[in-house]
C-alpha cells in the first residue's frame, strides 16, 4: 500500500505530502495519516514548523463522497462527523507553526483540514471552496465554523450556498488565505513557515470577523430570504445558513455540534443520496465500455453546421462559446441572415444580462461564418446537420458531405428520431457518421446525446465525448433505436399527460404538478415552446412508416390543436393562449373542451385526477420504458438515463433522475403501478422484463 503521506525535511521545515490519487480525497486513513505526520513534526526536534502540500493535480479535493453512502443513520453520522472534528482540533493544536500549501482545488474537507492549519498558502491559480451544497450535505468537519472567522459571515454565507469556488486572489482578500505564491509553491510555503516560526495561530480562537453578533444574525437572515426566491426544492444552502449562524450564537464548541447534527440531518436526505448518483452519474457517463479511455481523438479546430435554423443556430453557438470557428450553412441568403440575427439577438440579451461583454460577443460572433454554399467544408474537421426532420433531405446532405468533407471529418447529425445508420450509409463513410442530438436551446441545455451506429469508430465516439466536455455539456453515448433514449422516454411520459388529460385532469393542474415535481415546465408548457406543429410533422412521418411513438391510445387532442392552427407559442396559442408579445401562459377552458369531447369518442367518463396520481403515472412510463431501454442495450446504464433526463429536461438534479428516482421508491412499487395501472388504463401497461427480473431480485436500477 503506498503511504497516503509522505514526510521530508528541508532546512528544518517537515513537508508533509498528501498522495491519494486522483484528488487527495479523505478517504479511509488519510486524515489519520495527517494527524500522525503532524504529532511526528511536532515531537521532531530537527523541526521548527510543518507545511502540507499534495502530491499530483491537486490539494485535497474533500471527503471520498463515495463514503457517505456506507452512513447508515444519523447517529453514525455523529459519531464519524465528532471523531473528524477532534482530529482536527488536535492538528490545530500542533505546538508547531502549521502551513497548508494549496494547489489545484482545496473543496470541502479540503478546505477545512487547511484550516484547521495555523496558515495558509495557495498557488495564484488554485481554488478553493465548500461545494458540499451540490452534494445535498453541507460542510461537516468544522467548515461552517472555521470559515466565517476567516472571511465573516456574507461570504462564507456565500461560498457554502453555492458552493463555488473561490480564486486565489479572492481568497487572499477575503483573508481565506495568507499569501499567494509564486511559481514554486512547495518553496514559498517552506519560506512562509519558516516566517512564522513561534507565531502559532489557531483559526477557531479568531473572533475579529465573528465580533458582530447582531451582523452575523443578520446576514443570516438575508441569505435565507434571498434563498427563498432561488433555491426551489432543496434543503442544503438552507441548513448551511443555519450552521453559519451558529459561529455568531454559540461557541466554537456549541457551534461545532450544532453543524455536526444539522450535517447528520442533509447526509441521510433523498436530496443528498440524489445528487452524490449525480455526481458519479456525471462522470460515468463519459466510460463507454467499448471504448478505452486512451481511444485516439479527432482534435476538432474547424467545424460547419448545416441548418440555420433554431437548432443549428444554437449548435453555432455552442460552438462559438468554446472558441471554436464554424460555418454555418443554409440553402439560401435569407434563411442565413434570419439565422444570424436571431444569434445576434441572443447574445445581445445576454450582454444585457450583463452576462458577456460587448467585446466578448463580438469576438464570438466573428467566429460564426454565414454561407449558402460547401465552400471551406473541405478544410473542417466536424460537420453537424441540423436541417429539417425529412429523411430524403438528410440522405442527402450526407451524400454530400461523404464527397466533400475530408475521411477523417466527423459527420453527425442532430436528428432527434431518425434513423443514424440510414445517413451513415448515404454518407459513404458510416464510421465517421454519429448523432450530436443537442437540446433546444442548443447553446444552453448540457445534454449531448451522442447516438452510435451500427459502424460508428471508436475514434468518432471517443472525439464526441471530449468535444461535450469542451462544448461544456455533458455527453451521453446510446444506441440508435427509434426516437434513441431521450425522446424514445419523453414519449411515455407525453402519452400519460395526454391521457390523463382525456380523464379528467386540466392542462395547468399536469402542468402545475409536475413543477411541484421540480420539472422546470410542465409536458403541455414545454410543447407551447417546441411547437405543436413539430410533434405533428414527427407523428404524420411515423404514420408513413406505420409507427406511433408510444404503445397504447394515441391522443387527438395535439392533432386537433395542430388543425386549429394552434402551434403554441409561435401563434399565440396552443396548450394555453397568450396575450401579444408575452409568454405567460393563460389556462384555455377550449382545449379542457376539445379533451372532454376526444374523452367521449374513446368511451371514458371523466373524473377528478389527484395530482398525487398524474405524478406517479408519468413517473412509472418513465421508468418502465427505461427499463425497456436498459434490457435492450440502448443506455450503458441506468445512471446515463438519469444524465439525459437531468441535462436534456431539466430534470431536478436533487431527485436524481427517473431512474434513481423509480430505485428510491423501490422497484415492487414500481412493478405494482405497472400492473394497477394495466387493470385501470389497458394492456399497453406491460411491465418491462428487466423491471420485473430487479424486483423480483430485490434489486435496482442503479
Ligand atoms: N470523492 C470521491 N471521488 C472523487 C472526488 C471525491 N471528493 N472528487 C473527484 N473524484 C473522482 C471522480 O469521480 C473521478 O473518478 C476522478 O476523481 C476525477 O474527477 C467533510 C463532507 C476535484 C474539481 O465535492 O469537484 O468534503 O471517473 O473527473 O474534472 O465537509 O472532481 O476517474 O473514476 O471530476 O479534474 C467535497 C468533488 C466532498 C469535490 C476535479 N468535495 N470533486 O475535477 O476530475 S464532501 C467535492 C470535484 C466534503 C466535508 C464534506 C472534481 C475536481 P473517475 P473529475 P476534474
Redesign the pocket.
Known amino acids: 500500500m503506498p503511504e497516503l503521506i509522505r514526510y521530508e525535511v528541508r532546512d528544518r521545515v517537515a513537508v508533509l505530502t498528501v498522495d491519494n490519487p486522483?484528488?487527495n480525497?479523505?478517504g479511509p486513513g488519510v486524515p489519520e495519516a495527517i494527524e500522525a505526520a503532524v504529532a511526528r513534526g511536532c515531537a521532531d526536534a530537527g523541526i521548527d514548523a510543518i507545511v502540507l502540500i499534495g502530491s499530483g493535480?491537486?490539494f485535497i479535493?474533500?471527503?471520498?463522497?463515495?463514503i457517505f453512502a456506507t452512513i447508515k443513520n444519523r447517529e453514525q453520522s455523529l459519531e464519524r462527523s465528532e471523531s473528524?472534528h477532534a482530529r482536527l482540533m488536535r492538528i490545530e493544536d500542533a505546538t508547531k507553526p502549521t502551513v497548508a500549501a494549496i494547489h489545484g482545488?482545496a473543496?470541502?474537507?479540503?478546505l477545512?483540514v487547511a484550516m484547521s492549519f495555523h496558515y495558509r498558502v495557495m498557488a495564484p491559480d488554485a481554488k478553493v471552496g465548500q461545494?458540499?451544497v451540490?452534494?445535498g450535505?453541507i460542510?461537516?468537519?468544522g467548515?461552517t465554523q472555521r470559515l466565517p472567522r476567516l472571511c465573516g459571515a456574507a461570504m462564507a454565507i456565500d461560498m457554502c450556498t453555492a458552493g463555488k469556488p473561490v480564486a486565489a486572489q479572492q481568497a487572499l482578500a477575503a483573508g481565506i488565505v495568507d499569501q499567494i505564491t509564486g511559481p514554486s509553491l512547495r518553496d514559498d510555503a517552506i519560506a512562509f513557515a519558516q516566517s512564522k516560526v513561534g507565531a502559532i495561530r489557531k483559526t477557531r480562537e479568531r473572533s475579529e470577523r465573528i465580533a458582530s453578533r447582531d451582523a452575523g444574525i443578520a446576514a443570516c437572515a438575508a441569505a435565507r430570504a434571498a434563498l427563498a426566491k432561488t433555491a426551489r426544492g432543496v434543503k442544503a444552502p438552507f441548513t448551511a445558513v443555519d450552521a453559519i449562524e451558529g459561529a455568531f450564537t454559540l461557541d466554537f464548541e456549541g457551534g461545532s455540534l450544532r453543524e455536526r447534527e444539522l450535517f447528520a440531518d442533509c447526509v441521510m436526505s433523498h436530496e443528498s443520496r440524489a445528487l452524490r448518483h449525480m455526481?458519479?452519474a456525471d462522470?460515468?457517463a463519459a466510460?463507454v465500455p467499448d471504448v478505452p479511455k486512451d481511444t485516439p481523438v479527432t482534435k476538432i479546430e474547424r467545424a460547419a453546421v448545416i441548418g440555420a435554423g433554431t437548432m443549428g443556430g444554437g449548435i453555432a453557438m455552442a460552438y462559438a462559446n468554446a472558441g471554436i470557428p464554424v460555418l454555418l450553412k443554409d440553402v439560401d441568403d435569407a434563411a442565413v441572415l434570419k439565422g444570424m440575427a436571431t444569434i445576434r439577438k441572443n447574445y445581445e440579451s445576454t450582454v444585457a444580462k450583463g452576462k458577456m461583454t460587448a467585446e466578448a460577443m463580438a469576438r464570438t460572433l466573428s467566429l460564426i461564418t454565414p454561407t449558402t454554399a460547401y465552400d471551406g467544408f473541405e478544410h473542417v474537421d466536424i460537420v453537424v446537420e441540423a436541417a429539417f426532420e425529412d429523411m430524403n433531405l438528410k440522405k442527402q446532405i450526407f451524400a454530400d458531405l461523404g464527397r466533400i468533407t475530408r475521411p477523417s471529418s466527423i459527420l453527425a447529425s442532430n436528428t432527434s428520431t431518425l434513423d443514424i445508420d440510414e445517413f451513415a450509409k448515404a454518407s459513404g463513410r458510416p464510421r465517421q457518421v454519429i448523432g450530436h442530438h443537442f437540446f433546444s436551446p442548443a447553446n444552453v441545455m448540457k445534454l449531448l446525446e451522442i447516438v452510435r451506429g451500427k459502424e460508428t469508430s471508436k475514434e468518432a465516439i471517443a472525439t464526441s465525448l471530449a468535444l461535450a466536455k469542451r462544448l461544456g455539456k455533458v455527453g451521453v453515448v446510446v444506441g440508435n433505436c427509434f426516437a434513441f433514449v431521450a425522446n424514445r422516454m419523453l414519449a411515455y411520459y407525453m402519452r400519460e399527460a395526454l391521457l390523463l388529460l382525456e380523464e379528467g385532469a386540466t392542462v395547468p393542474q399536469i402542468d402545475n404538478a409536475m413543477t411541484e415535481f421540480g420539472m422546470p415546465v410542465g409536458p403541455f408548457g414545454m410543447q407551447d415552446i417546441a411547437g405543436i406543429d413539430v410533434g405533428w410533422r414527427i407523428r404524420q412521418f411515423l404514420k408513413s412508416i406505420g409507427k406511433t411513438r408510444a404503445e397504447g391510445p394515441q391522443s387527438a387532442v395535439p392533432d386537433r390543436l395542430y388543425e386549429m392552427g394552434r402551434y403554441g407559442q409561435k401563434t399565440g396559442a396552443g396548450w394555453y393562449k397568450y396575450e401579444a408579445g408575452s409568454r405567460n401562459r393563460i389556462h384555455d377552458p377550449l382545449v379542457d373542451q376539445i379533451a372532454a369531447e376526444e374523452a367521449a369518442t374513446r368511451g371514458i367518463t371523466r373524473r377528478a385526477v389527484k395530482d398525487e396520481e398524474i405524478i406517479a403515472r408519468i413517473m412509472t412510463a418513465l421508468a418502465n420504458e427505461g427499463a425497456r431501454v436498459l434490457e435492450e442495450g440502448y443506455a450503458t446504464r441506468a445512471s446515463d438515463i438519469d444524465a439525459v433526463y437531468c441535462y436534456g429536461f431539466g430534470y431536478p438534479r436533487h431527485v436524481g433522475g427517473p431512474m434513481f428516482y423509480a430505485d428510491a421508491i423501490g422497484l415492487p412499487t414500481v412493478l405494482a403501478r405497472v400492473k394497477q395501472y394495466r387493470e385501470q388504463c389497458g394492456d399497453y401497461w406491460q411491465p418491462a422484463a428487466l423491471l420485473e427480473k430487479l424486483a423480483a431480485e430485490g434489486k435496482s436500477f442503479n
Not at 479535493?61 to 463515495?66: F, L, M, S, V
Not at 473543496?107 to 479540503?110: D, K, N, P, T, Y
Open positions: 486522483p484528488v480525497a479523505l493535480s491537486t479535493a474533500g471527503a471520498d463522497i463515495r473528524i482545488t473543496l470541502g474537507g479540503g477545512e461545494p458540499e451540490l452534494l450535505i460542510p461537516g468537519a467548515g455526481f458519479f462522470r460515468e466510460k
